[in-house]
């Protein structure tokens, strides 16, 4: 949030910089800890520290609806060619480069152009590379050979997935801000539809996630045996439509979008006394109860389990991202977060999410693919 856009005049909101900080410290932080405390050991932390690396992902991937709704909005609603072109070659300049960097520095160092490398020949491994190359690798589920999945050809640059799903988010960007937004919305308009739009996408991506056995059977059906979840486990077809692709991830991006819709209909009437009280209670909330679904398993509290469970993060997550934008250098939190140490490190994140599992899986005793429990 703290790179002036191209095409955007809007005012720099520190305390979203600071919180990128911390999506990005529960991300790297979540393969790390659960090496130190694997799950057959400690029992009783594995399940807080997994949904420890779901948290930072789905804050991510808010954030990202927020910050491109706030930054492009008014500049794609008239929509033109120009426009269009400034967008999608600023966010390309942001992230092409050092994924390209990155990708073929994996490429190379792990040597996957001379010898078969985890899992696969290196026909397998070349006929990935291009996809990695365009943001490309996540759009569609395939297995380049059996055991060894399109998003999951290399061993550390697996880790840019994410990019590749955001990647789709920009593209389909356009769409989305025609199809769900309105400049002369009221902001209790802008609030309904936020509510009604937002947990309608959360309930549903919840229900998914609940029911992947559905998710399971339709990729056995249509790619055979080796796409379901017992004999691949990250390879399947089921992890990547739940957790890699951009089709389940785009609720998390409108749902930021919605967020900075209802943020931008209110900015331009100061924060009033009530609105104030109002987020100070409701932000530190929203953190307490992130902070406390994650208890270990003696301490945890079955009803706010149950409920991150049914709708998850989000509704949360919208509050603490509001309050930040909304209150900003006036209230506890956001002050907090605008902390220049903290500023700094959310905007190196990027940099430090594609290179820690190079380091995790170099140095750790054993290494491990980067991946997600379902």
């Known amino acids: 949030m703290s790179t002036p856009s191209p095409t955007s005049k809007r005012r720099d909101i520190p305390s979203l910089t600071g919180l990128r900080f911390f999506a990005a410290a529960s991300i790297l932080g979540n393969p790390l800890l659960l090496g130190l405390m694997p799950a057959a050991k400690f029992p009783e932390t594995s399940s807080g520290l997994a949904a420890c690396g779901i948290l930072g992902m789905n804050l991510f991937f808010v954030l990202s609806g927020f910050i491109i709704h706030y930054n492009y909005g008014a500049?794609?609603?008239?929509?033109?060619?120009?426009?269009?072109?400034?967008?999608?070659?600023?966010?390309?300049?942001?992230?092409?480069?050092?994924?390209?960097?990155?990708?073929?520095?994996?490429?190379?160092?792990?040597?996957?152009?001379?010898?078969?490398a985890v899992g696969g020949p290196r026909e397998a491994h070349a006929q990935a590379l291009p996809f990695f190359l365009t943001f490309t690798q996540t759009w569609w589920y395939a297995q380049l050979i059996p055991g060894m999945s399109l998003a999951y050809a290399f061993q550390n640059a697996s880790i840019t997935w994410s990019i590749s799903t955001e990647f789709l988010?920009?593209?389909?960007?356009?769409?989305?801000?025609?199809?769900?937004f309105s400049r002369n919305e009221s902001f209790p308009s802008r609030l309904g539809k936020m509510i009604v739009i937002g947990g309608s996408l959360a309930l549903g991506m919840r229900w998914l996630h609940a029911h992947q056995e559905f998710v399971d059977a339709f990729g056995i059906r249509h790619w055979g045996p080796l796409a379901g979840l017992t004999p691949s486990g990250s390879h399947s077809f089921a992890v990547w439509f739940l957790f890699l692709s951009p089709y389940m991830r785009m609720g998390e991006f409108c749902i930021g979008a919605l967020c900075a819709h209802l943020y931008v209909g209110a900015n331009s009437a100061a924060m009033s006394r009530t609105e104030?009280?109002?987020?100070?209670?409701?932000?530190?909330?929203?953190?307490?109860?992130?902070?406390?679904?994650?208890?270990?398993?003696?301490?945890a509290i079955p009803?706010?389990?149950?409920?991150?469970?049914?709708?998850?993060?989000?509704?949360?997550?919208?509050?603490i991202i509001y309050g930040c934008a909304r209150g900003d250098g006036v209230l506890a939190v956001p002050r907090l977060l605008a902390w220049r140490p903290f500023v700094w490190a959310g905007e190196a994140c990027y940099s430090l999410y594609l290179v820690h599992i190079v380091f995790y899986n170099r140095f750790h005793v054993e290494p491990t693919t980067y991946g997600f429990a379902i």
């Open 169 to 180: 988010m920009y593209l389909l960007y356009p769409l989305i801000l025609f199809g769900l």
């Open 75 to 116: 500049s794609l609603k008239p929509l033109s060619g120009a426009g269009l072109y400034k967008f999608l070659t600023a966010r390309i300049a942001r992230l092409w480069p050092l994924l390209f960097i990155f990708v073929v520095f994996e490429f190379f160092t792990e040597e996957y152009i001379w010898k078969s």
């Open 303 to 319: 009803a706010l389990a149950g409920w991150h469970k049914l709708v998850g993060y989000f509704p949360a997550l919208a509050v």
């Open 276 to 299: 104030c009280r109002v987020l100070a209670v409701l932000m530190p909330l929203a953190v307490v109860s992130i902070l406390a679904s994650m208890l270990p398993t003696p301490w």
